[in-house]
């Protein structure tokens, strides 16, 4: 089987060259032990941060060593009176087209009606991220302005429709008229692409009352046009600032731009990590499952092909190539 490891530490921008495909075995399950097939591999920006040689909040990647990440796998051998063979799973795996892992380390999915691949997507990680910033931090109210950056992403297409179910007026940035489009078709009242629009100008007529709530998701110049329109006593759940990550050692560091703003307004700006929410999210599942089963909001995912596509459904992500969740479909 392949095994997907990283060759070498990126500085600025990522390539295929990042990534090596090694041939390595597939383990035999001891006890308390499955065997899992990768059905669906997720990608996602913060393994970017994990591919530099600096300590964060997750362990840097390991040169020679697998890359890891959200995988949805069946269960096809099992030592485990936990696992059945046919079951599927999600984890933290290796990017790998089969692992061999102590069964308690992986979570036996409760889909609730919806696919497998969702528990990367609307029903994972990124809905989760976008449940506890938009609820627990943005507490966006009825009337209120919302704008969401990265809008047709993962996390930001879950993040303005459930600012909309409170009730907000919600704008969304986006890269491109196909995403203007789709977050519009799912509930948001503006959609501005940045890439054609004076972000700044757009933004004010699009916000006349100002901005209550902004969930920050990419950084930047784009972030830069946003601070002067809060309101005071304005939220900012800081999830990502995806235009940072490439920055090769030594570029200006954009952060610095902000902090005026935020003084004159008083505004609570809180940078979070879903994990700090772990206590909350079985509630959060099950609110998000029922807000899909009630189609209170919809989900899009982009996906890839085969266990060779991995790199490109990466490198992808930072050039705008997804609407919805980017996965990786590995086997059937
Ligand atoms: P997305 O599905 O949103 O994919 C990334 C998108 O970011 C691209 O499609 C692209 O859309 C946009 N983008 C890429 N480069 C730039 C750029 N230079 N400037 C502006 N936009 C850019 O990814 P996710 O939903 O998984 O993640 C969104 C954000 O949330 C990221 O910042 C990520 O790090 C963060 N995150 C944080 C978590 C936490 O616990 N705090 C957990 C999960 C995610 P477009 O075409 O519109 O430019």
Redesign the pocket.
């Known amino acids: 089987q392949q095994q997907i490891q990283l060759r070498k530490r990126p500085d600025g921008w990522p390539s295929e060259d990042t990534f090596s495909y090694e041939e390595v075995d597939v383990q035999e399950p001891s006890t308390d032990e499955v065997t899992l097939k990768t059905r669906y591999l997720s990608v ?3 393994m970017r ?1 994990r591919m530099n040689d600096t300590k964060s909040y997750v362990e840097p990647f390991q040169i020679g060593k697998p890359l890891n990440g959200g995988i949805v796998a069946e269960v096809t051998k099992t030592k485990s009176e936990k696992l059945k063979v046919g079951d599927i799973v999600s984890g933290a795996l290796n990017w790998q087209e089969y692992n061999t892992v102590s069964a308690e380390t992986v979570r036996k999915l409760d889909l609730h009606g919806a696919s497998m691949s969702t528990a990367l997507g609307v029903l994972g ?2 809905g989760l ?1 976008a449940y506890f ?1 938009m609820y627990h931090i943005g507490e966006p109210k009825e009337g209120e302005t919302v704008v969401v ?9 879950v993040a303005g429709q459930l600012a909309k179910r409170k009730g907000a007026y919600v704008v969304g ?4 008229k196909e ?1 203007a489009d789709y977050i519009r078709s799912i509930g948001f009242d503006e959609a501005i692409n ?2 054609e629009k004076h972000v700044a100008e757009a933004l004010e007529r699009a916000c006349p009352n100002g901005i209550d709530v902004y969930f920050e ?6 972030s830069d046009q946003v601070w002067p329109l809060l309101n005071p006593f304005a939220r900012v759940p ?6 940072s ?2 920055l090769e050692q030594g570029e200006e560091d954009i952060g610095r731009r902000v902090q005026g703003y935020l003084v004159k307004a008083r505004v609570k700006m809180q ?6 929410f772990q206590t909350h999210y079985k509630e959060a599942y099950a609110d998000l499952a029922r807000f899909l089963q009630n189609e209170e909001i919809q989900f899009e995912e982009t996906i890839h092909e085969g266990f060779d596509k991995v790199p490109e459904a990466f490198l ?11 996965l990786v479909k590995v086997g059937e």
């Open positions: 996602d920006p913060y941060g990680m990124p991220t910033g950056s990265g809008a047709a992403g993962a996390v930001g297409s940035i986006v890269g491109s995403k940045y890439k998701n990419v950084g930047g110049d784009i800081v999830c990502g600032a995806i235009s990550y490439n940078g979070f990590l879903v994990g700090d992808g992500l930072f050039k705008g190539k997804n609407i919805g969740k980017q």
